[in-house]
């Protein structure tokens, strides 16, 4: 399985970007799909993910209400949609998914909040 992950950019306070991850291979069986983040100086953080099976997405709380996970099952790609974007939301954005006890990530993509 390899991720493409897509759709950062430079944006400014208030905007909106969607990201997008294509996955090739087979992940119909995925255990657990998401996205993280990362920002200069920090951690690696989950930001949302859904579990296979599971009804409901596990959002970051600092992204309630103003981030939206989705995916296209035929297109075997996920989104994230960003809204209201705050400076602190600049990070290197990556998705990721657990198949079978085996974790794969995307190669990250760069979001930028700034005026």
């Known amino acids: 399985v390899q991720l493409q992950a897509s759709g950062g950019g430079l944006v400014q306070p208030g905007g909106s970007l969607r990201l997008s991850c294509a996955a090739s291979g087979n992940i119909f069986n995925f255990n657990v799909m998401g996205w993280y983040r990362q920002a200069p100086g920090k951690q690696r953080e989950l930001v949302a993910a859904?579990?296979?099976?599971?009804?409901?997405?596990n959002y970051a709380d600092s992204v309630k209400g103003r981030f939206a996970f989705s995916r296209d099952i035929d297109k075997n790609t996920w989104y994230l949609q960003m809204n209201n974007l705050k400076p602190e939301d600049t990070a290197v954005y990556y998705c990721?998914?657990?198949?079978?006890?085996?974790?794969?990530w995307g190669q990250g993509t760069l979001v930028t909040v700034s005026s």
């Open positions: 990721n998914i657990l198949i079978a006890s085996r974790l794969y």
């Open positions: 859904i579990i296979s099976g599971r009804g409901s997405t």
